[in-house]
């Protein structure tokens, strides 16, 4: 049975909303207003979004709930499905950084062995240091983790970096970028079907 509706997952709140809405506009797609806190249908042409936790995007694209997604490099790489980017959309910019208090002595990969590491990103990280054959421990936290290392929970943190200023005020310095994120349109592998319905003209 031929599917006609394209339904496109966004991040309901935060950093990657507006910036996501104005893309999907971009195409020509009008929206009016928000009825449902969860969902809002497209008024020209056969297309709906779901807002969701930009976590959850991923997966609901890799399931097909949703047939496109928009979500930061960094996410898709940490939950790792199989995905097809569509296009990188140049907006929510950011990398990933391992960064150590302005203080410490640690100046180099090396110095990293046997540290304590706190981040959001443990596979990512994990896959960094196994690469660099660097023995650190991680430890997952879900947020705040700039001040794992003044209480003590870590020796260094690994996570996402825009102006620097959120590492300064916690007293602490970029030693080594890991990645490069921005936005990604993603799909699953039925990328070609989708991409003939809507014209993505930018
Ligand atoms: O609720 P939900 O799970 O959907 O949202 P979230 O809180 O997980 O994500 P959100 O809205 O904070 O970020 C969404 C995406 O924006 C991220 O996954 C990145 O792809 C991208 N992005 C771009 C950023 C930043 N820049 C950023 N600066 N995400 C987070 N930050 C945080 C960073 O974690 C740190 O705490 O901002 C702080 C650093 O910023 P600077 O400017 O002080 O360096
Ligand atoms: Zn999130």
Not at 108 to 124: F, M, Q, V
Not at 145 to 174: F, H, M, W, Y
């Amino acid at each position: 049975m031929k599917k006609n509706k394209i339904v496109f997952a966004i991040q309901k709140q935060g950093r990657l909303k507006e910036d996501s809405m104005n893309y999907l506009r971009s195409m020509g797609l009008d929206f009016g207003s928000q009825q449902c806190e969860m969902r809002l249908k497209c008024t020209n042409a056969n297309v709906e979004v779901l807002f969701v936790r930009d976590d959850d995007i991923p997966v609901y694209v890799y399931r097909k709930v949703a047939d496109c997604g928009i979500v930061g490099a960094n996410v898709l790489a940490e939950k790792s499905f199989p995905l097809i980017t569509l296009r990188r959309l140049n907006f929510a910019l950011c990398k990933l950084f391992i960064a150590v208090p302005q203080n410490a002595a640690f100046a180099t990969l090396e110095d990293l062995n046997g540290l304590r590491i706190a981040t959001s990103y443990p596979k990512i990280l994990g896959e960094f240091l196994a690469q660099k054959a660097i023995k650190a421990s991680i430890t997952v936290l879900k947020g705040a983790v700039e001040l794992a290392p003044s209480l003590n929970l870590a020796d260094a943190i690994c996570d996402l970096v825009q102006s620097g200023k959120t590492l300064r005020e916690n007293g602490l310095k970029p030693l080594l970028p890991i990645m490069e994120s921005e936005a990604l349109l993603v799909c699953s592998t039925d990328s070609q079907q989708i991409l003939n319905q809507i014209n993505f003209t930018r």
